[in-house]
């Protein structure tokens, strides 16, 4: 047993998960302290990270690594608990997200646990390695259980659907889906094992060997016997596998083909049949395989398998010499082909296929193989196919039993049908090929046909019909390769079909039924519908019906398919062309990804034409069974190719081929028609890494199965949804148990009776739903109802069982009760007869007895007589009636024989008549679905005519519209050409003239400027002769006088000129000096309004800081002053509690003491009985126990009192260190306060000097600059008029700034006060036109900027002017020349202003820029806010279902409250009936001792009358002796002497014997006595025994109690964070609200195009603002549910003080119980005392003890006592 044990253990350790592993205390430490998140990660999917601190909307997070990595809050997501780790049902996570469920497969995985629940399916990931948990004991712990009660497998799957289709009558089915490699035909061939294990008619001996074969491991274990159905139903595997499963990429044992296994059952439940479908061989893997793969595994194991006879029976040869296996031999590791081709044998023998069979499957097999090796060549001059060695051909003609020269002509010169006439064509090299491969393929096909054909015939059983039935569905899996074709189209439009069935079984049926119910519920829609693809693969017009359509056009091409595909499609959402560049032709988007398909080959494939004569030659083969399996073959001919009547060949002809899609589509639909009338069962297979190695997960690729199978989207469905529904007559009838006496006698409406037991029920009404016709529960309502009804049918059981016991306890009692008293009889009668048999006068009366009797002996013969004479005349009369009888009886069994047979013939017709009703109907319902299907067919051929004769009608009003067209265009273009004709030779015309025009032009251009510059030079020498003459003149009038005084001036003036020059050039090196010190305090007065508003921005920052310190510092405030309260308050428990203990202790001291006393008691009064040594040791173990109890309570209340000291005082510390670094920050940010205003005040004084250096300065350049005084007045006129429009700039900002804090104001005062939201709004558009009234006026301001920019050109005019001036003056004044280098300098001056403004216009397109980007950004953090909104929302939802849960979950514990008052109740009686059993055995207690007492008083009696006989006898006996001596006198008195001693004898005989009985009812009241004692103890015992129950369930109450306040405090410290979340990012929101203000008045004071930016932050502002009302409601929303949650804290805690109450009262009962059984013990102990007195008394005045007559041995009496309290117990 031991061992088994173990096993069985470590079974399970693949199954069941350890939860004292999960359930690790440090782990939940580490998880609350370092608050635990999952963070993005590429190769790992999410990795576990620790939070170091958070904003509003970015998180630092700390990985495992070390790593610190500062994330945005969206990308995170939230870690469920460890105690939540390795979950059997993931719909029992708290937090349900990508990163949690992956977590949890992920572990589950490593710990070798392979299934999970998700909701209402399974989900299994491959292990890729044997695990052991598919044995006997695993099904037999599988068989019959419901979900809840066993961990997740894929039996819990099977035996769920087998239990649901023997109780609802209803079929059922299993789809085991996933990608290829995930595991689907091993979990199927796992669901075929349980069923036959489980269904099986006869008994289960073997399954073990057969599930090993199944693995492919030949295991010792027995077998079925020969022909059984299940077990030929499990050999059905191994030849599908072998003939259909090969080795891929992905998969070893990938199934290359679909099937549904239809396991039938009758009513009974046993298997009655079975029938597989078959879907899409991938016969094209048979002659070509990829690199790394192989072909079907039995080409493999005949090669390795076969015997050296069969090798040469069927040709074989080693595999590397076949073309067709690509890739040679190709091992597999950890499997080898020789077994596998034996195992494969053994279930073909197990099927019944007879060796004829085998050999004829191997030949064609083998001949398979060598159509690839048929080696032709082309010949030279011609297009003819020539085969220069027929030695394979030979083989294959041998190997198919046809002639070898038929089949090479059929190959190589095929006959084709030319009219009415035959003609060879030529078939070239590549022709002939495909020819061979297309034979080789098909044959194979037909085959693999044959053999499931073959294998259903074994399995259908006409005899057992079948009720119901089972559907298996393993169909090959979404694949995704670099290139697809054909049969990937097919596989993954399979695969469409049948997500959008669990997409419609799981989202859209499941809430249409709710509204067809008439359930309160919002359709959520879950974005997976797949209709879309699937229309765009099945429809008219769709990938398969132009296939199709092009099949029937002899000239069409896949590239024309290519073309038309893309010409209907381009605008559909889920087709796209692929680029040019690649090898696919198009691609469609699937739900597991977009996948490039190439139509290579498609139209081939699709038709798959065979020739004609081969096909021919083989259906008239040697050969039988190539004769079968070819013979009602459908031939595509390669010459002819005949169009239907409709227009696009969307019907065939009678007779006619139908294309490989139209086939698949037919069997496709059948099948899902199939599975919709069915109650399918989801098995989501995922396929963990590509590399086929166990204990490895590729965390992206396991996401991307998840996301595309909906399994998030399945468990919020089942977690929000209904997923148990229950009919009313059905719930009525399983659940009244639980509803006694409330739903009334007679009629009653289902719904109505239902509602009432709902009512009764106390279920919490967000728990269910009653709909019209069934009841609709969440997910786990109808585990626990079904766990409450089992319950309740224990009880009753238990008590019928009790009553039964108690029943024949009281039987033998009574039994044992009469044997006691006929023993005590017999023991009586013995004991008389002992003491009469030796007694004369008794011997005489023996012998004298008889002889009374002979004077009655004539009268005894008469009476005799008159009875033989009575006897004789009912003897005669009861021979009459026998004869009557015995007539009748023959009478009435000759008409029972002939009832027996019409009865008999009526049951074989009514047998027959029961078996044509079945086969009529299935009969009926078989035509049934052909009918459906032909009408189906009907409709879709009918609707697709008319949609064609519409596209044609259509087509034709379009080409009638086309020809029009054409027609006006062809006029149209001829018009146009003829102007456009005249048009070109009107341009060459200008072209011409143009080009001399430009010639002329230019010629005359030169010309002009020649004579420009020869007239400049004429004038300027005109001038200069002009002035030399002048000149001249004066020279001769003034020569002689003034040469002298102009030499003196001549001096005079080069000093002068020399001084004026030094001077000049101080002054113009001052003023450069000037200028560039100017610049630099331009420069830094703009640094330092920058540093200002930084500074200010700060400051406001700081003071905002500061708002928010102070209220934090108010709530840390209130949390210590809730904290002191609670210390407080636990001080006070703290007392209550030394309180409790000083009086425990007081009551332990008086339990000692009495307890002393008691033993003290005992031990004088007590004897040293067995009954009495036992209750010694219970008392003292339960005083023990009490001392336990009382030390725990001590210990644990201080261990309470300790951590709780310990968790306050942490918390204290916590905030008053919280406190300090408040005032720290407080006192930090004064200073910094401070200090900025001390900055702002020194900027302000070195702004006011550098304004008075700058106004002394200008002064001076005043002074010195006095000869262009006009120009710079000019000049500082446009400064000014700048100045002004700066200052009206700036009022106009400040005014805007005014408007801004208006706009704050009114925002705080929303904030405020959400009543005056209206008000707001309107003085919000106020503001707004307010706004636009600035904007107008800043328009004009650009305005008047314009017109200061066109001053700006008129002086720059002016300026131009003047230069001119200057030219014209130069050569009379030298002094101009200084004006001249200032207008110089003044120019550059200009140049500087115009890079200034250039730099201004820079910068001005840079904070466009700037302010693009915060639009961009505000976009960002909009999607962020939607984001992070979804994400709220979806905690939102998963935290109210959490609150749903903690209702249901409330309601349970008030359910249980109720069940535990009814308890009490019950105990309460059952305590008042012990209380009057008490007091009726005290009454009788009372009654025996009174007539104790008097027995007692009569044996006092008795025992003084004995001792006066004792002293009359001896005074007699003196007498006596007297007499002797006097011999005289006695002979007179002897006989006198004689009779008086007779006398005296027999009254001390009498005396003795009273005496005796009266000791025999002493000894009865003493064994009374002890059966009441006995009794009194068990009583007593047992209800200790419930009182101590009752105080351990309380007690585990009031801890569940506590633990689920514990919870909720948890969760209501969530709900806070999300709360202080949410204001975080409200501020964060008023924030980025401010700074976008901010953006606007400096992109006001930019000046550049502000108009349409302020519009677009206007709308902006808007929608911040509706963010803002947004979050504000969802805060409220928050604010709503913290009460919500805050009340439901107070009703537990309300829940859990009247709990105590209850406590604190049965305490008290349990105290007033001690009490009475001590006052029971101290009664007990004087009548004990008594009995004792009197035992004494009894004792003394008998004078020989000796056993009582009565008396029995102590056993008896316990078995009497034991048998009492049964029948007690019972009653």
């Known amino acids: 047993m031991s061992t088994s044990d173990e096993n069985d253990s470590g079974l399970l350790r693949y199954l069941v998960v350890d939860r004292n592993v999960v359930n690790d205390p440090r782990d939940q430490n580490e998880w609350t302290q370092k608050r635990l998140v999952w963070v993005p990660s590429a190769e790992s999917g999410f990795v576990a990270g620790g939070i170091k601190s958070e904003t509003v909307d970015e998180v630092t997070v700390e990985l495992e690594s070390g790593k610190v990595l500062t994330l945005p809050r969206d990308d995170i997501q939230k870690m469920n608990p460890p105690k939540f780790d390795k979950a059997e049902d993931m719909a029992d996570l708290t937090c349900l997200n990508e990163a949690s469920v992956l977590h949890n497969i992920k572990d589950r995985y490593y710990s070798g646990l392979i299934y999970t629940y998700s909701g209402l399916f399974c989900v299994v990931v491959n292990p890729y390695k044997k695990l052991p948990i598919y044995t006997e004991p695993i099904m037999d712990l599988y068989k019959g259980k419901k979900r809840h009660e066993i961990p997740p497998h894929v039996f819990a799957i099977t035996d769920n ?252 010169k095929p006959k084709i049908k030319v009219g009415r006439d035959h003609v060879t064509k030529a078939q070239t090299k590549e022709q002939v090929e495909f020819i061979v491969e297309a034979t080789a393929k098909a044959t194979y096909e037909r085959l693999f046909r044959w053999l499931v054909n073959r294998i259903n015939r074994s399995l259908d059983r006409s005899k057992r019909q079948g009720a119901s039935f089972i559907g298996i569905l393993d169909i090959a899996g979404f694949e995704i390769f670099e290139l697809n074709s054909f049969e990937q189209l097919c596989i993954n439009y399979t695969n469409e079909k049948l997500q959008q069935l669990f997409n419609h079984t799981m989202f859209v049926l499941e809430q ?151 086939l698949y589509k037919e069997q496709l639909s059948k099948l899902m028609v199939t599975l919709r009338n069915t109650n399918p069962n989801f098995v989501r297979c995922i396929i963990p890494n590509h590399e086929k190695r166990s204990g490895k997960i590729d965390a992206p690729l396991v996401l991307d199965q998840l996301r595309c199978n909906g399994v998030l989207e399945g468990i919020r469905i089942c977690r929000q949804g209904f997923p148990n529904r229950i009919p009313f007559q059905e719930f009525r009838q399983r659940y009244e148990l639980l509803t006694p006496n409330v739903i009334p006698k007679g009629f009653m409406d289902g719904k ?307 001084e004026m020059e030094r001077n000049k050039r101080k002054l113009d090196g001052e003023l450069a000096d000037i200028r560039e010190q100017l610049n630099e305090k331009k420069n830094v007065l703009e640094e330092l309004q920058v540093v200002i508003n930084k500074k200010e921005e700060e400051l406001n920052s700081s003071l905002i800081k500061l708002d928010e310190e102070a209220s934090l510092r108010q709530g840390v405030m209130k949390q210590i002053r809730e904290l002191e309260s609670q210390l407080t308050e636990l001080s006070e428990d703290l007392d209550s509690e030394k309180l409790a203990r000083a009086k425990a202790e007081k009551s332990r001291r008086e339990l000692t003491e009495e307890l002393e006393l008691l033993r003290s008691e005992l031990l004088d009064t007590l004897d040293t009985t067995a009954v009495q040594h036992e209750l010694r040791t219970k008392r003292e173990q339960e005083l023990a126990q009490l001392k336990k109890c009382l030390e725990d309570d001590t210990k644990s209340n201080e261990n309470n009192l300790q951590e709780l000291r310990h968790k306050y005082g942490q918390e204290i510390n916590a905030l008053q260190e919280q406190l300090e670094g408040v005032k720290k920050s407080k006192t930090a940010l004064e ?77 705080s005062r929303a904030n405020n006060n959400s009543k005056a939201n209206v008000q707001a709004e309107e003085r919000v558009s106020e503001l707004q036109q307010l706004l636009e009234e600035e904007t107008k006026a800043k328009l004009v301001l650009n305005n008047l900027v314009k017109k200061m920019e066109s001053e700006k050109s008129e002086l720059m005019d002016s300026l131009e002017e003047e230069e001119e001036r200057r030219i014209s003056v130069e050569s009379k004044f030298q002094e101009a020349l200084k004006s001249i280098e200032q207008n110089k300098k003044k120019s550059d001056e200009d140049a500087d202003f115009i890079n200034n403004l250039e730099a201004i216009i820079k910068k001005l397109k840079a904070d466009n820029e700037e302010l693009t980007n915060n639009n961009n950004e ?33 309601g349970d514990l008030e359910k249980k409250q109720r069940n535990f008052d009814k308890v009490l109740n019950e105990e309460k009686l059952i305590s008042d009936k012990l209380l009057a059993d008490k007091e009726s055995a005290e009454r009788d207690a009372r009654e025996k001792e009174t007539k104790l007492m008097n027995l007692v008083r009569n044996l006092e009696e008795k025992s003084i009358q004995l001792e006066e006989v004792e002293r009359v006898k001896r005074n007699l006996q003196n007498e006596l002796d007297e007499l002797v001596n006097s011999q005289g006198h006695a002979d007179k008195n002897y006989h006198e002497l004689e009779k008086a001693k007779r006398s005296l004898e027999s009254l001390i005989q009498e005396q003795k014997t009273q005496l005796e009985e009266l000791e025999d009812e002493l000894q009865l009241a003493e064994d009374a006595k002890l059966r009441l004692e006995v009794n009194y103890q068990a009583l007593k015992s047992n209800h200790e025994r419930d009182l101590r129950d009752k105080e351990d369930q309380n007690e585990d109450k009031r801890k569940t109690l506590l633990k689920q306040i514990k919870e909720l405090e948890v969760e209501l410290e969530d709900e806070r964070k999300q709360r202080t979340a949410a204001v975080n990012s409200k501020k964060k929101i008023e924030i980025e609200y401010e700074q976008v203000l901010s953006t606007v008045d400096s992109f006001n004071r930019n000046k550049d195009d502000y108009l349409k930016q302020v519009k677009k932050l206007q709308k902006k502002i808007k929608e911040i603002t509706i963010q803002v009302d947004d979050e504000r409601r969802i805060g409220e929303n928050y604010k709503e549910h913290v009460e919500k949650l805050n009340t439901r804290v107070k009703s537990l805690k309300r829940q859990l003080d009247e709990a105590e109450e209850e406590i604190s009262k049965e305490k008290s009962v349990k105290r007033k119980a001690q009490r009475e059984l001590e006052d029971l013990q101290e009664s007990y102990d004087v009548v004990m005392r008594e009995v004792q007195g009197l035992r004494r008394r009894g004792q003394s005045a008998v004078p020989t003890p000796r056993k009582p007559r009565g008396s029995l041995p102590l056993d008896e009496i316990s078995v009497g006592g034991a048998g009492d309290d049964v029948g007690e117990e019972a009653d």
């Open 161 to 412: 659907a087998y239990r649901s289709m023997l109780q609802e009558r209803e079929d059922q089915s299993i789809l085991c889906t996933g990608e290829s490699g995930a595991g689907k035909t091993e979990n199927t061939k796992k669901v075929i094992q349980y069923l036959a294990y489980v269904a099986a008619s006869k008994p289960k001996f073997g399954v073990a060997g057969q599930t090993q074969q199944h693995q492919s491991s030949m295991s010792t274990g027995s077998v079925f016997a020969l022909g059984e159905l299940e077990q030929q139903l499990l050999q059905a595997n191994p030849i599908l596998e072998a003939f259909g499963n090969a080795k891929t990429v992905k998969n070893d044992n990938s199934s290359r083909f679909g099937k549904f296994i239809r396991i039938n059952f009758d009513t009974s439940g046993y298997i009655a049949g079975a029938n597989i479908e078959t879907y899409l061989l991938e016969k094209s893997r048979a002659i070509r395989q990829a690199k790394d793969e192989r072909s079907f595994h039995i080409f493999y194991q005949l090669l390795s398998g076969s015997t050296e006879q069969s090798k040469k029976e069927h040709l074989l040869e080693p595999p590397t010499s076949y073309q067709f296996l690509t890739n040679g031999p190709q091992p597999i590791t950890g499997l080898d082909d020789k077994t596998e081709f034996n195992c494969t044998l053994n279930s073909m023998k197990i099927m019944g296929l007879q060796a004829e069979d085998l050999s004829s499957i191997f030949r064609i097999v083998s001949a398979v193989l060598h159509f690839g090796n048929m080696e032709f060549k082309q010949e030279r001059n011609s297009d003819q196919a020539t085969l220069p060695d027929n030695t394979v051909a030979q083989k294959v003609a041998h190997l198919l039993g046809v002639n070898v020269s038929e089949m090479v002509k059929a190959f190589l």
């Open 512 to 662: 249409e039924e709710y509204s067809k119910e008439g359930i309160d519920w919002k359709f959520i829609d879950f974005g997976l519908d797949l209709q879309p693809t699937i229309d765009l693969i099945e429809k008219p017009m769709g990938v398969l019906a132009l296939l199709d359509e092009e099949c029937f056009f002899p000239k069409a091409t896949d590239k024309s398919f290519v073309e038309k595909l893309t010409a209907a499609h381009t605008t559909h959402p889920k087709f796209f062309k692929t680029d040019f560049r690649g090898q696919a032709d198009f691609a469609i988007l699937h739900y597991a990804g977009k996948v490039d398909y190439s139509a290579n080959q498609w139209l081939m494939k699709n038709m798959d034409p065979l020739n004609e004569n081969v096909v021919q030659l083989l259906q008239t083969s040697g050969d039988a069974f190539v004769c079968t399996i070819w013979k009602d073959a459908e031939i595509v001919g390669l010459a002819q190719q005949a169009l239907s009547d409709t227009q696009f060949g969307s019907r065939t002809r009678k007779g006619m081929f139908r294309t490989v899609s139209q």
């Open 752 to 1058: 109505i009776a239902c509602e009432k037991m709902v009512a009764s029920l106390d279920l919490d009404p967000n728990l269910y739903r009653i709909g019209q016709s069934k009841l609709f529960f969440r997910a786990g309502v109808l585990a626990h109802l079904e766990e409450e009804r089992d319950f309740k049918m224990s009880d009753l059981i238990i008590n019928l069982q009790s009553y039964c016991r108690g029943l024949l306890a009281r039987r033998m009692y009574s039994k044992r009760v009469q044997q006691l008293n006929a023993i005590r009889i017999i023991q009586r009668n013995c004991s008389a007869y002992l003491k009469l048999r030796n007694w004369q006068w008794w011997r005489l009366y023996t012998k004298v007895k008889p002889l009374l009797n002979v004077t009655n002996a004539d009268n005894e013969l008469l009476q005799k007589q008159q009875e033989l004479n009575r006897i004789k005349e009912d003897l005669h009369s009861e021979c009459k009636m026998r004869e009557e009888i015995e007539a009748k009886l023959s009478q009435t069994v000759d008409e029972k024989s002939m009832l027996a047979e019409q009865l008999q013939a009526e049951t074989e017709l009514c047998a027959e008549a029961e078996e044509m009703r079945a086969r009529l109907a299935s009969k009926k319902q078989e035509l049934e679905e052909i009918l459906h299907d032909m009408e189906a067919r009907i409709e879709e051929e009918e609707e697709r005519v008319v949609a064609i004769n519409n596209d044609k009608k259509k087509l034709q009003l379009n080409i009638q519209d086309l020809e029009e067209q054409l027609e006006e265009e062809e006029a149209a273009r001829q018009k146009v050409q003829l102007e456009k004709a005249q048009i070109e030779s009107k341009l060459k015309k200008i072209e011409e003239e143009f080009s001399i025009i430009d010639d002329t032009n230019s010629k005359l251009v030169k010309e002009k400027k020649i004579f420009e510059e020869k007239n400049n030079d004429l004038s300027v020498a005109l001038a200069e002769e002009e002035e030399k003459s002048k000149h001249l003149q004066k020279l001769k009038a003034k020569q002689e006088s003034t040469i002298n005084e102009l030499e003196e001036r001549f001096k005079k003036e080069q000093s002068l000129r020399s």
């Open 1231 to 1307: 200073k910094t306060k401070t200090s900025l205003e001390s900055e702002n005040i020194d900027l302000a004084n070195e702004l006011k000097g550098l304004n008075n250096g700058k106004v002394e300065l200008e002064k001076k350049r005043k002074a010195q600059e006095n000869q262009l005084a006009e120009l710079l007045n000019k000049y500082e006129n446009s400064e000014r008029r700048c100045s002004e429009y700066q200052e009206k700039l700036t009022k106009m900002s400040a005014e805007l700034e005014q408007v801004n804090s208006l706009m704050e104001d009114l925002e």
């Open 1418 to 1450: 505000l976009l960002s953090n909009k999607s962020k806010l939607e984001k992070s909104k979804k994400k709220l929302q979806q905690e939102l939802d998963d935290s109210i279902l959490e609150m749903n849960a903690q209702k249901a979950k409330i």
